[in-house]
T-cell receptor, first 110, second 115 residues
């Protein structure tokens, strides 16, 4: 089993739709979690950290479920510009190692 | 503005040649990382360093070497022993001690093509 797993997609959704991605992790001692966005042939950029109580940033909501060892990202009112690959990142409990999921590709269509 | 600079953006080499990719950061970050990304794949860790003059192998260190002589700099050498060197190479840094929840900050990447 991979340490961090994501459905590669692609998720094809119409503009304005709500879409959610999950990411599962295997190390129950993992402490920090992040969602990154990567556009084609570019570097990943931090979208948001994921806090234990869940957090929201505009149209984006991140949740953490420690019991089931997954994090989720919800995007409301999808825009064409949301089309990208979304990477789940898990930091170990020592704080020095980050493991990336393979990414989930999102395509928002007009 | 603080950030991470990778150079060059594109690099072409002949098989059998060593090549060094540059990574410099002025974020005063302790930790620096090198990742490799192949088309349609996720990021895989090559090497990382948490402090000057110290570094550890990641998941795919074979055929690569690094140095960390200065806090700001973490160059990666792709040696002729690396069997499939053509890839997108990403350097990143993060705060470590004071900011446990610190995310990674990435450079723009170097796209290496070996023929």
């Amino acid at each position: 089993r991979k340490e961090v797993e994501q459905d590669p997609g692609p998720f094809n959704v119409p503009e304005g739709a709500t879409v959610a991605f999950n990411c599962t992790y295997s190390n129950s001692a993992s402490q920090s979690f992040f969602w990154y966005r990567q556009d084609c042939r570019k570097e990943p950029k931090l979208l948001m950290s994921v806090y234990s109580s869940g957090n929201e940033d505009g149209r984006f909501t991140a949740q953490l479920n420690r019991a089931s060892q997954y994090i989720s990202l919800l995007i409301r009112d999808s825009k064409l510009s949301d089309s990208a690959t979304y990477l789940c990142v898990v930091k170990n409990n020592a704080g020095n190692m980050l493991t990336f999921g393979g990414g989930t590709r999102l395509m928002v269509k007009p | 503005d603080g950030g991470i600079t990778q150079s060059p953006k594109y690099l072409f080499r002949k098989e059998g040649q060593n090549v060094t990719l540059s990574c410099e950061q002025n974020l005063n970050h302790d930790a620096m990382y090198w990742y490799r990304q192949d088309p349609g794949q996720g990021l895989r860790l090559i090497y990382y360093s948490q402090i000057v003059n110290d570094f550890q192998k990641g998941d795919i260190a074979e055929g690569y070497s690094v140095s960390r002589e200065k806090k700001e700099s973490f160059p990666l050498t792709v040696t002729s022993a690396q069997k499939n060197p053509t890839a997108f190479y990403l350097c990143a840094s993060s705060g470590l001690r004071a900011t446990y929840n610190s995310p990674l900050h990435f450079g723009n990447g170097t796209r290496l093509t070996v023929t």
